[in-house]
């Protein structure tokens, strides 16, 4: 059974740092993962001090805007990424992935530095985080480190993350001119869906050629990375002339290749195909729009 710990809510972050530095704490984020993890797993404490509850520290549930990036803080919740008038306008993957997480109660709760925490496959705001090509800023008492979100998860539920370190906050650099994004995902069902697979794009088009672009699916391997192979595929090539429907065919041959074959490959490969199929479309619709 778990036992009883001591709790502690501090203001700064140094306080944090060094109450981690001088303790072994667990940390409590916005607590939807926590609270579960608690209820269902009996050692989920065993080892540890006490909790060191993030949410009354300063300046770590913010959004900023620099000359050159957005910094967003590790406990900013998902209903404000949803809301953001500056993720709105840059990154409009990261909002739509923020607002297909659970319900309104989640989403007022759950912040992104615990999903990201977290480091289940399947977090919603991970892929659109490598997508951007976003950073993560962590600080210990030996002072502040920063590495790429595309490494900071190593295995699910296992990050690079050090004990005595809390993560501050993601900065991310402002998209260049022409850069179109998006996100979507498959559930089990409309209503508090834990994604099945899902699928974050941000491409960059210069006249009609796709100059860059990051594929990042979700669900769909161990830990979520770019699809290399697919992505050389389509750089270079006009938009309009590429074909959805092989794309996603090597996109769902592209997973079974890091993967292998697993019991939930004949479900997986028609999925995520699928997603690549519509996301090369909504491509092609929006720029047509809009670019």
């Known amino acids: 059974m778990n036992k009883e ?5 501090v203001k700064e972050v140094e306080e944090a740092v060094k109450l981690l530095a001088d303790n072994k704490l667990k940390l409590l984020a916005g607590g939807t993962d926590f609270m579960v993890d608690y209820r269902n797993e009996e050692d989920f ?4 001090d006490g909790i060191l509850d993030l949410s009354n520290i300063d300046g770590i549930d913010e959004i900023t805007e620099s000359d050159n990036h957005i910094e967003i803080g590790a406990m900013v919740t998902h209903k404000d990424l949803v809301k953001s008038d500056l993720i709105n306008k840059y990154y409009p993957a990261l909002a739509q992935s923020a607002a297909a997480i659970g319900s309104t109660q989640i989403r007022n709760r759950a912040t992104i530095g615990g999903n990201i925490c977290n480091a289940a496959a399947c977090a919603d705001t991970l892929g659109p985080l490598i997508a951007f090509e976003a950073r993560a800023i962590l600080e210990s008492v030996n002072g502040k480190r920063t590495m790429d979100v595309s490494e900071f998860v190593k ?4 990050t690079e993350i050090n ?3 809390i993560l ?3 900065t991310l650099p402002k998209p260049e001119e022409g850069t179109f994004s998006g996100f979507q995902k498959i559930g089990r069902r409309q209503a508090l869906a834990i994604t099945r697979i899902s699928l974050a794009v941000k491409a960059v ?3 009609g050629i796709i ?8 669900s769909a391997t161990p830990v979520p990375t770019t699809f290399s192979e697919v992505e050389a595929e389509i750089k270079g090539k006009k938009l309009s002339e590429i074909d959805s429907k092989e794309i ?5 041959e592209e997973m079974v290749g890091i993967t292998g074959e697993r019991w939930s490959t004949p479900y997986k490969k028609p999925a995520l195909a699928t997603l690549f199929r519509r996301a090369i479309k909504n491509l092609q619709e929006e720029v047509a729009n809009n670019g």
């Open 5 to 9: 710990l001591n709790y502690y809510s």
């Open 45 to 48: 404490l065993t080892g540890y």
């Open 155 to 158: 295995w699910p539920y296992e």
């Open 163 to 165: 004990d005595n370190e």
């Open 168 to 170: 501050i906050s993601f």
């Open 205 to 207: 088009i210069e006249s």
């Open 211 to 218: 100059k860059d672009i990051n594929l990042v699916p979700g």
């Open 248 to 252: 996603g065919e090597k996109a769902a």
